[in-house]
């Protein structure tokens, strides 16, 4: 498995990251993150994948024949390693530094002229005038105005965050008493999302998914062999979901409606709904296996946090 991180510009911002992003699933890469920044070139999508590193030149030409974008690059995701995006704007700076003015010619005294001497200089006169009544209160209303109010603190800057294995231990400590607390999970999953470290959320989140969908599978609610992927989503993926939130099934699409593990500023939970996907349908598709790709995320804006599954 490699990371690779797909930097692409666009002319439009609606719609490219789900666009991007079925590009990718196409390809059997899942997405790890994004971000999307307004720039005056237009907009410019950074997106990191994961997946097989023989497909590479499959996603390369893929997203050469994808018509939204005007142009990309694709890296290879170093640990620790930030890269600028390759189409933003960068400001010019100038070192020129323009000449001193000349010095003025000094004036020739005609021969024989004596020059007269300066005259002094005039006494000033000050003349000291008392502010009218209508000054005076405008002084005061000044003086009584509240101070501004002191500017916002810039905004923090990105840091881009190093995934973690999943914290094993606080998984099985989340999932201990499974058996009793389905279907009212959510607030173990909650106390998991805040206990391990912030690099191994997701992966914790996803590896807590893939053992409650495996349990779902073993304890007989899952029955019969292999199905097609449709009858699948509708049977018994639908209705494991449903217990814990509610979906909507388009297609090959789940909508997942108000997510309580996706809360603002890019804190997704989705990572969860994957992984139970992974240890419910895997041991039902085959022989090709299962690629779930998460579209979007109430956490980043979207209204619903939406998962589309192929094989």
């Known amino acids: ?38 720039d005056p070139h237009g907009t410019l999508l950074s997106m990191f994948v994961r997946g097989s590193w ?3 030149r ?34 010019t700076v100038s070192n020129y530094v323009p000449p001193p003015a000349p010095e003025p010619e000094p004036v020739e005294e005609p021969a024989g002229k004596v020059a007269e001497p300066d005259p002094p200089p005039a006494t000033p006169v000050v003349e000291i005038l008392e502010p009218t009544p209508e000054e005076s209160f405008e002084a005061f209303m000044v003086e009584q105005r509240p101070a501004p109010a002191p500017a916002e603190p810039p905004p923090a800057p990105f840091v881009e965050l190093v995934p973690l294995e999943a914290d094993v231990a606080a998984v099985d400590k989340a999932l201990a008493s499974l058996e009793y607390d389905y279907p009212r999970i959510v607030p173990n999953l909650l106390k998991l999302d805040r206990a391990v470290a912030e690099g191994a959320r997701e992966s914790s989140l996803q590896l807590a998914g893939q053992r409650v969908g495996a349990w779902l599978h073993t304890r007989g609610q899952v029955k019969g062999g292999a199905l097609p992927l449709q009858r699948a ?19 090959d699409q789940l909508h997942i409606r108000r997510s309580p593990l996706c809360a603002e500023d890019g804190h997704s939970g989705c ?38 599954v192929s094989e």
């Open 233 to 251: 989503l509708a049977a018994v993926a639908a209705p494991a979901l449903q217990a814990l939130v509610e979906i909507d099934l388009q297609g």
């Open 1 to 38: 498995m490699i990371e690779l991180e797909i930097q692409a510009l666009a002319l439009q911002r609606e719609g490219l990251l789900i666009d991007v992003g079925r590009v990718a699933a196409t390809c059997g890469y899942t997405l790890v993150r994004q971000r999307q920044v307004q």
């Open 58 to 91: 499959a996603l390369r030409r893929a997203l050469s024949a994808c018509d939204r974008l005007v142009s990309f690059e694709l890296y290879p995701v170093a640990e620790g390693e930030q890269r600028e995006h390759f189409a933003a704007s960068r400001k």
């Open 271 to 308: 990572s969860f709904y994957s992984g139970l996907l992974e240890g419910l349908l895997a041991p039902l598709i085959a022989p090709t296996g299962l690629s779930i790709f998460p579209v979007c995320c109430r956490s980043f804006g979207a209204d619903d946090c939406v998962l589309a």
């Open 54 to 56: 023989f497909k590479k």
